[in-house]
C-alpha cells in the first residue's frame, strides 16, 4: 500500500478531470492509470467478501435464533436488515481503509450529509420507529381485525415502514406506521373473546315499552352467534322528542362478523314490532288546505298548533340546538327591530333521526327565547347543500332578508365560511345579514333590509 488517501487529493483528481473532460482534451497520466489498476479489483474483492459474509450470517440466525417459533416474522426481518446493514457499512469502512482511503474525513463528511438527509427525511425515519415500535409492542398481529381511525380491517402484512389493510369494502390500505403512535388502535381478535353488540331503537309513546323489551331480547337470544353470557339486555337510554329510545346489549364471539350481526338484530326487531303492533315514530308533515275550512265561530278561539307567520320574514339558518343558544337572542332582537317573524331553516347534507331531532331542539331554543315577544318562530327542515337551499327557501317562503349567525365561539371566520357567506351574497336577491350577539341591532345599517321586507309583504299582500 502507497500509504493513505486524503479526500482532497480525491476531490482535485475529481475536478480536474471534470476540466480535462469538458474544456480540454482527455489526458490520462500513466501514474493515475495505475493508481485506479493497483485499488480498484482490491476494492471490489473486499464488498464481495462482506456481502458474502453478511448473506451468510443472516442465512444462519434465520435458522437457528431468528426462527418463527422464537420471534414474530416482523422482528426477524427488523433483525435480519440491522444486520445486513452493519455488516456492509463495516466491510465498506475497511475496503476504502484497504485501497488507502482515509475514511476520518469521509465519516465526517457522511455525518453532514446523514444530518441533512435526517431534516429532509424525518417522516420516513418517523415510519421506520414506528415500525420498530410495533416490532417492540406487538399491538397486533398479522390476521387480526384492527381498526386505526377511519380504517377497519384485517392486517396483511407489516413492515418496517407501513403497515397494510384489507378493509371489510375489499380496499387495500397502506397506513403509514408513524400514524400508529398518533391515533388510538382497537384489536377487535385480541384480549376478551365477546364482543358487545348495541342496536338503537325508538318506539312511539303510544306503544308498550315491556312488551318491546321482550321482543328485542327475544331476537337476541335466537340468533346463532349472540352469547347466553353475558345475558342480553335492553336499556331505555332516553324520552326523545318523538317516542323513546331502546337500546340492545349482547355479546359475540364473531367479532369479524359484528356488523352483519348488529344488521340481523335490527331486522328481526323490526319485523317483531311489525307483528306485534309497536310502532316506530318517523318523521312526517301535515298540511292543511285553509280553503277547505269552516269559518270559526265567533267568540271559540282556534288552535292552529304552528304559527302562521305575517308577510314579513326572515330566513334564520341553523345547525342545532348550539349554536342556537350563542345567537338565539340577537336574531330575535334583529327579528323584533325589523318587526318581522323568523323561518328557521335547519338544513344537514343528509336526512337522518340525529339532523331531524337537532332542528327541533334548535326550534325549541329559539320559541324560548321568544316567549313573550311579538316573534313567530317557524322550522322548516330541508336537507342538501347549504348555499344552494337558502335561496330556494327564500322564494318559497317569501322571505325579505337572510340572517346567519356568528362564526363558532366569536372567533374570526375561517376561509370556508367567507367562501359559503360569498357565494350566498352572489346567489340572494334579498340582502344577508351577519349577526352579531355582542352587537346592538338598532346601531346596524337595516335600510336595505327594511326596504326588502317591505317589497316581499307588498308582494304577498297583493297576493
Known amino acids: 500500500m502507497d500509504g493513505a488517501v486524503s479526500l482532497g487529493s480525491l476531490w482535485d483528481r475529481f475536478v480536474t478531470g471534470l476540466q480535462r ?42 435458522r437457528t435464533l431468528l426462527t418463527e417459533e422464537r420471534v414474530r416474522p416482523m422482528v426477524a426481518s427488523i433483525a435480519d436488515r440491522l444486520i445486513f446493514g452493519l455488516t456492509m457499512f463495516v466491510g465498506i469502512g475497511l475496503s476504502l481503509t484497504y485501497v488507502g482511503i482515509n475514511i476520518l474525513d469521509l465519516a465526517v463528511t ?13 417522516e420516513s425515519v418517523a415510519n421506520i420507529m414506528g415500525g420498530i415500535a410495533l416490532a417492540t409492542d406487538r399491538p397486533f398481529e398479522v390476521g387480526d381485525r384492527i381498526q386505526i381511525g377511519d380504517y377497519w380491517g384485517d392486517v396483511e402484512e407489516i413492515g418496517l415502514r407501513s403497515t397494510r389493510i384489507l378493509t371489510a369494502r375489499r380496499e387495500y390500505v397502506i397506513v403509514p406506521n408513524r400514524l400508529m ?8 381478535t385480541k384480549g376478551y373473546p365477546e364482543l358487545r353488540i348495541e342496536v338503537a331503537v325508538e318506539i312511539s309513546y303510544e306503544s308498550n315499552v315491556d312488551l318491546a323489551e321482550r321482543l328485542m331480547l327475544q331476537g337476541a337470544r ?13 336499556l331505555v337510554q332516553q324520552a326523545g322528542d318523538s317516542g323513546v329510545e331502546l337500546e ?35 318523521p312526517h308533515r301535515t298540511l292543511v288546505d285553509k280553503a277547505d275550512q269552516d269559518e270559526p265561530a265567533a267568540g271559540i278561539p282556534q288552535d292552529l298548533g304552528q304559527p302562521t307567520l305575517g308577510p314579513r320574514r326572515l330566513l334564520v339558518a341553523t345547525s342545532g340546538p348550539s349554536p342556537a343558544r350563542r345567537k338565539a337572542d340577537a336574531i330575535i332582537d334583529l327579528a323584533e327591530h325589523l318587526d318581522a317573524n323568523i323561518v328557521l331553516a335547519h338544513i344537514p347534507t343528509r336526512p337522518s333521526l340525529h339532523d331531524r331531532r337537532a332542528g327541533e331542539r334548535a326550534a325549541e331554543v329559539f320559541q324560548a327565547t321568544a316567549a313573550g315577544r311579538d316573534v313567530g318562530i317557524d322550522l ?18 317569501a322571505c325579505g332578508a337572510v340572517a346567519l349567525g356568528p362564526p363558532r365561539k366569536h372567533t374570526v371566520m375561517t376561509w370556508r365560511e367567507h367562501d359559503i357567506v360569498g357565494r350566498l351574497r352572489s346567489q340572494l336577491e334579498v340582502p344577508l345579514v351577519i349577526v352579531d350577539p355582542d352587537a346592538d341591532p338598532t346601531v346596524l345599517d ?11 309583504e307588498a308582494e304577498l299582500v297583493e297576493e
Open 21 to 62: 473532460y469538458f474544456f480540454g482534451p482527455l489526458e490520462v497520466t500513466p501514474g493515475e492509470i495505475s493508481w485506479f489498476v493497483d485499488r480498484f479489483p482490491r476494492l471490489v474483492a473486499v464488498l464481495v467478501l462482506f456481502y458474502l459474509l453478511s448473506r451468510g450470517i443472516v442465512w444462519i440466525l434465520d
Open 110 to 122: 457522511l455525518g453532514l450529509v446523514g444530518a441533512g438527509l435526517a431534516l429532509g427525511l424525518r
Open 181 to 188: 403512535d398518533e391515533r388510538e388502535i382497537w384489536n377487535f
Open 222 to 234: 335466537e340468533h346463532d352467534h349472540v352469547l347466553e353470557f353475558p345475558e342480553p339486555r335492553v
Open 248 to 282: 340492545l346489549w349482547c355479546h359475540t364471539s364473531e367479532t369479524r362478523n359484528r356488523y352483519q350481526i348488529a344488521s340481523d338484530l335490527r331486522k328481526a326487531t323490526l319485523q317483531a314490532f311489525e307483528e306485534n303492533g309497536v310502532a316506530v315514530p318517523y
Open 380 to 397: 322548516v327542515m330541508e336537507s342538501g347543500n347549504f348555499v344552494e337551499r337558502i335561496p330556494e327557501l327564500v322564494d318559497r317562503h
Open 446 to 456: 337595516l335600510e336595505s333590509v327594511r326596504l326588502s321586507l317591505a317589497e316581499r
